[in-house]
T-cell receptor, first 110, second 114 residues
Framework: RKEVEQDPGPFNVPEGATVAFNCTYS??????FFWYRQDCRKEPKLLMS???SGNEDGRFTAQLNRASQYISLLIRDSKLSDSATYLC???????????FGGGTRVLVKP | EAGVAQSPRYKIIEKRQSVAFWCNPI?????LYWYQQILGQGPKLLIQ????????DSQLPKDRFSAERLKGVDSTLKIQPAKLEDSAVYLC????????????FGPGTRLTVL
């Protein structure tokens, strides 16, 4: 089983709609969680951290479910510019090594 | 603020040849990472440096890959000899001390091994 698993998609989303997807992690001792965004042929960039109580950043909402070992990302009012691959990132209990999921591809269409 | 610099941006070599990549992190960032990203997959950590010391190289294929970070600033990653399966984008990232979750990535080097 992979340490961090994501549905690769693609999620085809009409512009203005809401899309949500999850990421599961296998190490129950994982401490920190993040979502990174990667545009086609570009480098990953930090989108947002994921806090235990859940957090919002504009149209983006991230949540953590430690009991079921997954994090989620919800995008409201999708824009064409939201088309990208969203990478789930988890830190191990020891040290600060990041483990990336394979990414979920989102395509927002007019 | 200047970002993470990498060169070259693209490299095409034949199998069994050698190749080297260079990275200059953001000024003041003590931690430097090299990742391998195969098409359709997430980045996989190859090696992590804290200043000029290695923190984690557990996933570095040491029989063919080597990396160094002399003087704790820029870094080079070398592959010798290259295999077909080494075709990937090699990403360098850096982070400040205590900020491992916030990594800043360079544009990457796209390696094609023929």
């Amino acid at each position: 089983r992979k340490e961090v698993e994501q549905d690769p998609g693609p999620f085809n989303v009409p512009e203005g709609a809401t899309v949500a997807f999850n990421c599961t992690y296998s190490n129950s001792a994982s401490q920190s969680f993040f979502w990174y965004r990667q545009d086609c042929r570009k480098e990953p960039k930090l989108l947002m951290s994921v806090y235990s109580s859940g957090n919002e950043d504009g149209r983006f909402t991230a949540q953590l479910n430690r009991a079921s070992q997954y994090i989620s990302l919800l995008i409201r009012d999708s824009k064409l510019s939201d088309s990208a691959t969203y990478l789930c990132v988890v830190t191990k209990a020891a040290g600060n090594k990041l483990t990336f999921g394979g990414g979920t591809r989102v395509l927002v269409k007019p | 603020e200047a970002g993470v610099a990498q060169s070259p941006r693209y490299k095409i070599i034949e199998k069994r040849q050698s190749v080297a990549f260079w990275c200059n992190p953001i000024s003041g960032h003590a931690t430097l990472y090299w990742y391998q990203q195969i098409l359709g997959q997430g980045p996989k950590l190859l090696i992590q440096f804290q200043n000029n010391g290695v923190v984690d190289d557990s996933q570095l294929p040491k029989d063919r890959f080597s990396a160094e970070r002399l003087k704790g600033v820029d870094s080079t990653l070398k592959i010798q000899p290259a295999k077909l399966e080494d075709s990937a984008v090699y990403l360098c990232a850096s982070s400040p001390v205590g900020g491992a979750g916030t990594q800043y990535f360079g544009p990457g080097t796209r390696l094609t091994v023929l």
